[in-house]
T-cell receptor
Framework: QKEVEQNSGPLSVPEGAIASLNCTYSDRGSQSFFWYRQYSGKSPELIMFIYSNGDKEDGRFTAQLNKASQYVSLLIRDSQPSDSATYLCAVRATGRRALTFGSGTRLQVQP | DAGVIQSPRHEVTEMGQEVTLRCKPISGHNSLFWYRQTMMRGLELLIYFNNNVPIDDSGMPEDRFSAKMPNASFSTLKIQPSEPRDSAVYFC?????????????????????FGPGTRLTVL
């Protein structure tokens, strides 16, 4: 079992719709959870992080964390074609600074 | 702020040659990470430095790989000898771990900022 699992996609949504990206992790000691966006041929860029159960909103993005279910998600409201990219879920365990990344979900927003 | 700087951006070399990748972290950051990204394995940690000291090198594949951080503004990742399976994109990332993490024992989150990467092809 991979430590961080994501559906590889592609996830295709129409412009203006809500895109829902999901991630599960195996280490119950994980403390911090990050969502990165990576355009093809580019480096990952941080969208947001969350470390408390519940929702965290930042503009069109909402991260949701459920530690009991070991589940973290990212919602993108009013999806735009420019949101088309691969979204990487990353998890950091307590006492460990390095991130463990999922394989990423490719999102396609259709105009 | 220039962000994390990596060089070269592209490297093509032949099997058996030595390869050196370079990274300049964001000024003021105290942690530096080397990651490798391939289609098969995704993005995986190679080594992590804090205050120029290697803390976690569990991801370094084998003795052919070595990393150094002689000062707070420079790090190198060396592969000698290189092999075709080393072909990947190598990313350097840096972050500022809050001082309170070390003094209070609280595990405060830090944000890692990635450089543009070095695309390495070993023929």
């Amino acid at each position: 079992q991979k430590e961080v699992e994501q559906n590889s996609g592609p996830l295709s949504v129409p412009e203006g719709a809500i895109a829902s990206l999901n991630c599960t992790y195996s280490d119950r000691g994980s403390q911090s959870f990050f969502w990165y966006r990576q355009y093809s041929g580019k480096s990952p860029e941080l969208i947001m992080f969350i470390y408390s159960n519940g929702d965290k909103e930042d503009g069109r993005f909402t991260a949701q964390l459920n530690k009991a279910s070991q589940y973290v998600s990212l919602l993108i409201r009013d999806s735009q074609p420019s949101d088309s990219a691969t979204y990487l879920c990353a998890v950091r365990a307590t006492g460990r600074r390095a991130l463990t990344f999922g394989s990423g979900t490719r999102l396609q927003v259709q105009p | 702020d220039a962000g994390v700087i990596q060089s070269p951006r592209h490297e093509v070399t032949e099997m058996g040659q030595e390869v050196t990748l370079r990274c300049k972290p964001i000024s003021g950051h105290n942690s530096l990470f080397w990651y490798r990204q391939t289609m098969m394995r995704g993005l995986e940690l190679l080594i992590y430095f804090n205050n120029n000291v290697p803390i976690d090198d569990s991801g370094m594949p084998e003795d052919r790989f070595s990393a150094k951080m002689p000062n707070a503004s420079f790090s190198t990742l060396k592969i000698q000898p290189s092999e075709p399976r080393d072909s990947a994109v190598y990313f350097c990332a840096s972050s500022l771990v809050p001082r309170l993490t070390w003094t209070s024992g609280r595990d405060l989150p830090d944000t890692q900022y990635f450089g543009p990467g070095t695309r390495l092809t070993v023929l």
